[in-house]
């Protein structure tokens, strides 16, 4: 028994285990949780595909609820940094704020403290801007945009300026209520987010201490 004990100490040495997989949260409403189709359609079930393709070691762990606020997802967020510990923070919130005429400036507070208790232990963030319906109007919309911009500028984090980009305004591509993206617009969506989030990857991975997500406040 000494015998094989010793055998497997020695092979652990020389072929030692991989590395666990980095954890690759996301924190999202609807437009992130595969709102009226199989969740297999979702964007980030196809972004799970997209990282194996690329021979990329994440585990994604997708977070997101339909309806969510900003406020609900501050106050989830700890919670999920504590048990999931991810390495890289992709934030999708602020939709439903908009669609119920929230206070904008409490949406930009809430979406910043989300960046920073995300930052706080060492791991990059994502924020993942979205696009209200023109009927909200002019002003209420485009400060409903700078927001995302402002928060990234401030906090130093990559930007996705529009989840919706190149979707919202094709009929083909939403669904009925004008709101979410249908299943077919899902791999666009997925390139939207990409074309940030790969600059993200490319770099060194850092290591995130679990003592540092004890607590999560």
Same mark, same amino acid.
């Given at each position: 028994?000494?015998?094989?004990?010793?055998?497997?100490?020695?092979?652990?040495?020389?072929?030692?285990?991989? #590395?666990?997989?980095?954890?690759?949260?996301?924190?999202?409403?609807?437009?992130?949780?595969?709102?009226?189709?199989? @969740?297999?359609?979702?964007?980030?079930?196809?972004?799970?595909?997209?990282?194996?393709?690329?021979?990329?070691?994440?585990?994604?762990?997708?977070?997101?609820?339909?309806?969510?606020?900003? #406020?609900?997802?501050?106050?989830?967020?700890?919670?999920?940094?504590?048990?999931?510990?991810?390495?890289?923070?992709?934030?999708?919130?602020?939709?439903?704020?908009?669609? !119920?005429?929230?206070?904008?400036?409490?949406?930009?507070?809430?979406?910043?403290?989300?960046?920073?208790?995300?930052?706080?232990?060492?791991?990059? @963030?994502?924020?993942?801007?979205?696009?209200?319906?023109?009927?909200?109007?002019?002003?209420?919309?485009?400060?409903?945009?700078?927001?995302?911009?402002?928060?990234? #500028?401030?906090?130093?984090?990559?930007?996705?300026?529009?989840?919706?980009?190149?979707?919202?305004?094709?009929?083909?591509?939403?669904?009925?209520? !004008?709101?979410?993206?249908?299943?077919?617009?899902?791999?666009?969506?997925?390139?939207? @987010?990409? #074309?940030?989030?790969?600059?993200?990857?490319?770099?060194?991975?850092?290591?995130?201490?679990?003592?540092?997500?004890?607590?999560?406040?």
């Amino acid at each position: 028994m000494r015998r094989i004990l010793l055998t497997v100490l020695l092979l652990v040495g020389l072929f030692p285990l991989s #590395a666990a997989a980095r954890t690759l949260l996301v924190v999202g409403d609807s437009l992130s949780s595969a709102y009226g189709m199989e @969740v297999q359609s979702g964007w980030v079930v196809l972004l799970g595909m997209r990282l194996k393709q690329e021979n990329l070691d994440y585990r994604i762990v997708n977070a997101s609820i339909s309806g969510d606020t900003t #406020a609900n997802g501050l106050v989830r967020l700890p919670k999920l940094l504590a048990q999931h510990k991810p390495t890289l923070v992709i934030i999708e919130l602020g939709g439903n704020d908009g669609l !119920r005429g929230l206070s904008l400036e409490q949406m930009k507070h809430n979406i910043s403290m989300m960046v920073t208790k995300a930052k706080r232990p060492g791991a990059s @963030v994502l924020l993942v801007g979205v696009q209200l319906p023109p009927n909200y109007g002019k002003t209420y919309t485009e400060r409903f945009q700078a927001i995302y911009r402002e928060i990234a #500028a401030e906090q130093g984090v990559a930007l996705v300026p529009s989840l919706l980009e190149g979707i919202a305004t094709r009929n083909d591509l939403m669904q009925p209520d !004008r709101i979410h993206a249908s299943a077919r617009a899902q791999p666009r969506m997925l390139e939207n @987010v990409w #074309a940030h989030l790969r600059h993200l990857l490319e770099s060194e991975p850092r290591s995130v201490p679990a003592d540092r997500y004890v607590g999560g406040k």
